[in-house]
C-alpha cells in the first residue's frame, strides 16, 4: 500500500573528510542520508571539532568571525555566510556549516539550515561563485553532472535534485517512486549511487519483498524518469 507524502571507497581526501569516492563517483557531504542503507555516516555540526578539522584543510583557509558568520577563503579572496541573530527562529548556533574541500572538482560544500530546510551550497575555489547544493552533493565519475539531496521538515523522503557541472537545474523529486498521479509513495529508495557508466542508479525493495533496481533516464520527450534496470 503505498504513502502519502507527509514528512518527511576509495581513499578519502583527509581524515573526516568531506568527500569520498566509491564506484567512480565523487561525494561530498555534510550529513547522513536518510535512506535504510546509505554508506554516509559522517554529520558535521557549527563550530564543532569535525567542521574546525576541516576548516583547517580549506585550501585559502576558512573561519569564523563570530558565531554567526562563516569566511571561506577561495583563490582570489573570501566569501563570508552570515546568519542574523536578531531572528530568533534561525537555528542555533549558526545555519551557515562549513563542510569540507575537494580538490578533484575544485568546489567547498557549505550547509546551509533554514527553518524547515537543511540544504547547502557549492563554492567553486578558483573563482568564488556558488553552485546550488545539497546537505549531500554526489558528482557523477565524469563531473559532468552532479546530485544534490535536501532534508525538508514535514517528509518522509529527501529531496533530490539533478544538475548539470554549471548548476542549471535538469530535474527534481524525492527519493522514491511514485504513483501516476505523483501523490502517493509506492516505494522509498534506500541507496542512490551512480554507476560507472554515468547512470544514476536507486535501489529499493519492490512490494514483494525483492531487491530492485531502477535507474533515471530521459527519452525523446524530455522528460526525467526512473526506468527498471536490465543490466546484468
Known amino acids: 500500500m503505498g504513502r502519502t507524502i507527509l514528512r518527511s571507497t576509495l581513499p578519502l581526501l583527509f581524515l573526516f573528510a568531506a568527500s569520498v569516492q566509491c564506484r567512480g563517483q565523487l561525494t561530498l557531504q555534510c550529513d547522513r542520508l536518510l535512506m535504510a542503507h546509505s554508506d554516509l555516516a559522517i554529520t558535521v555540526e557549527s563550530r564543532s571539532p569535525t567542521e574546525f ?11 569564523r568571525t563570530t ?17 542574523n541573530p536578531r531572528h530568533n527562529e534561525l537555528p ?21 539550515e533554514i527553518p524547515g ?40 523522503l529527501e529531496a533530490i535534485k539533478l544538475y548539470n557541472r554549471s548548476g542549471v537545474l535538469l530535474w527534481k523529486s524525492y527519493c ?3 504513483s ?8 522509498a529508495f ?34 526525467w524518469r526512473w526506468l527498471p534496470d536490465t543490466r546484468k
Not at 180 to 187: F, I, L, N, R, S
Open 67 to 83: 558565531k554567526y558568520v562563516l569566511w571561506v577563503g577561495w583563490a582570489g579572496n573570501r566569501r563570508a555566510f552570515g546568519d
Open 176 to 178: 522514491g517512486l511514485f
Open 53 to 63: 578539522y576541516r576548516m583547517q584543510h580549506s585550501p585559502h583557509g576558512a573561519g
Open 190 to 223: 534506500d541507496k542512490i549511487r551512480w554507476d560507472d557508466s554515468d547512470r544514476l542508479i536507486a535501489e529499493y525493495e519492490s512490494p514483494q519483498g525483492a531487491e530492485a533496481v531502477v535507474y533515471l533516464n530521459t527519452g525523446s520527450d524530455a522528460v
Open 117 to 156: 530546510l537543511k540544504t547547502g551550497v557549492l563554492m567553486d575555489d578558483s573563482s568564488g561563485s556558488l553552485l546550488p547544493g545539497g546537505h549531500v552533493v554526489m558528482f557523477s565519475p565524469d563531473r559532468q553532472s552532479y546530485v544534490a539531496f535536501d532534508q525538508e521538515d514535514g517528509q518522509d
Open 180 to 187: 501516476q498521479d505523483g501523490q502517493t509513495v509506492e516505494a
Open 92 to 112: 542555533e548556533p549558526g545555519k551557515w556549516t562549513y563542510c569540507g574541500y575537494s580538490a578533484t572538482v575544485n568546489v567547498h560544500l557549505i550547509k546551509k
